[in-house]
């Protein structure tokens, strides 16, 4: 039978691809996405999106109990099929100057995590005034995976400005998290000191090249431009595999 993974807030829909991946260590499954929509405009009409706060989620699928018992490959689990909401979470969070949080997530199945055992974690989105209109950060594109770091694009929509009779440019931000543990990472992008969101701005699904073994990632401007930007992804022991990208396998999760 289907089981619902996940439950997110009301007015959170998922729209873009769930990145599926997993560390060996502790072979604990994770289901990494945004949350947002675009509703294309028809004929004249511009483009919607979502007006309440959006999120970035990492969830951790522990009912995979079923699979166990039927695959050499073991995944960890829990017992439990209830259906995981943010309360059961981990809050991370960024400040004004886009520096992202680094809380520990202790995991629901270890000891000494009583009161605060987590199946993941989540991050909300900004809200900000675009001229005089309140737009939402939400993710309407597709995120990538490289290493232990899952990347997000964001968007937020611009405005034609009435006073002015001049438009408003869109903007978006570009997050690199731990992908287990929803963590900033320091220095992640070539060129900044400490673990900050970027302001690129850039348009459309992650991007990542690897040019003689070094990531780059794609930054696309609104008018089709390309640049790149270096990315220095943290190294550990064993590193995490990425499984793929899944929609209908999780289809329940929201």
Same mark, same amino acid.
């Given at each position: 039978?289907?089981?619902?993974? %996940?439950?997110?807030?009301?007015?959170?829909?998922?729209?873009? #691809?769930?990145? &599926?991946?997993?560390?060996?260590?502790?072979?604990?499954?994770m289901l990494n996405f945004g949350t947002?929509?675009?509703?294309?405009?028809?004929?004249?009409?511009?483009?919607? =999106?979502?007006?309440?706060?959006?999120?970035?989620? @990492?969830?951790?699928?522990?009912?995979?109990?079923?699979?166990?018992? #039927?695959?050499?490959?073991?995944?960890?689990?829990?017992?439990?099929?209830?259906?995981v909401n943010r309360a059961a979470l981990?809050?991370?969070?960024?400040?004004? $100057?886009?520096?992202?949080?680094?809380?520990?997530?202790?995991?629901?199945?270890?000891?000494?995590?009583?009161? #605060?055992?987590?199946?993941?974690?989540?991050?909300?989105?900004?809200?900000?005034? &675009?001229?005089?209109?309140?737009?939402?950060?939400? &993710?309407?594109?597709?995120?990538?995976?490289?290493?232990?770091?899952? %990347? %997000?694009?964001?968007?937020?929509?611009?405005?034609?400005?009435?006073?002015?009779?001049?438009?408003?440019?869109?903007?978006? *931000?570009?997050? @690199?998290?731990? %992908?287990?543990?929803? #963590?900033?990472?320091?220095?992640?992008?070539?060129? $900044?000191?400490?673990?900050?969101?970027?302001?690129?701005?850039? *348009?459309?699904?992650?991007?990542?090249?690897?040019?003689? @073994?070094?990531?780059? *990632?794609?930054?696309?401007?609104?008018?089709?431009?390309?640049? =790149? &930007?270096?990315?220095?992804?943290?190294?550990?022991?064993?590193?995490?595999?990425?499984?793929?990208?899944k929609r209908l396998s999780w289809r329940?999760?929201?």
């Amino acid at each position: 039978a289907t089981r619902k993974v %996940f439950q997110t807030q009301a007015n959170q829909p998922i729209s873009s #691809k769930i990145a &599926v991946t997993y560390t060996p260590k502790d072979k604990r499954v994770m289901l990494n996405f945004g949350t947002g929509k675009r509703a294309a405009g028809y004929l004249d009409s511009q483009d919607e =999106y979502m007006q309440a706060t959006q999120s970035l989620y @990492g969830v951790w699928d522990s009912q995979l109990s079923a699979w166990n018992d #039927k695959s050499n490959v073991k995944y960890r689990s829990l017992a439990s099929t209830a259906t995981v909401n943010r309360a059961a979470l981990t809050k991370q969070t960024m400040d004004n $100057s886009n520096l992202l949080s680094q809380n520990e997530v202790c995991w629901a199945d270890l000891d000494g995590c009583m009161g #605060k055992a987590s199946h993941g974690w989540y991050r909300d989105l900004r809200s900000e005034k &675009v001229g005089t209109v309140l737009q939402y950060e939400q &993710v309407v594109y597709n995120p990538a995976v490289y290493g232990k770091v899952v %990347f %997000f694009n964001t968007f937020i929509d611009g405005v034609s400005s009435v006073a002015t009779c001049e438009p408003i440019d869109s903007s978006g *931000m570009t997050y @690199g998290l731990e %992908f287990a543990t929803g #963590k900033g990472i320091n220095d992640l992008f070539v060129g $900044s000191k400490g673990a900050y969101a970027m302001p690129y701005g850039s *348009m459309g699904d992650v991007v990542i090249i690897v040019v003689d @073994g070094k990531p780059y *990632m794609q930054i696309k401007r609104k008018d089709g431009s390309l640049t =790149y &930007v270096g990315l220095n992804i943290p190294e550990d022991p064993v590193a995490p595999d990425f499984i793929g990208y899944k929609r209908l396998s999780w289809r329940e999760i929201f």
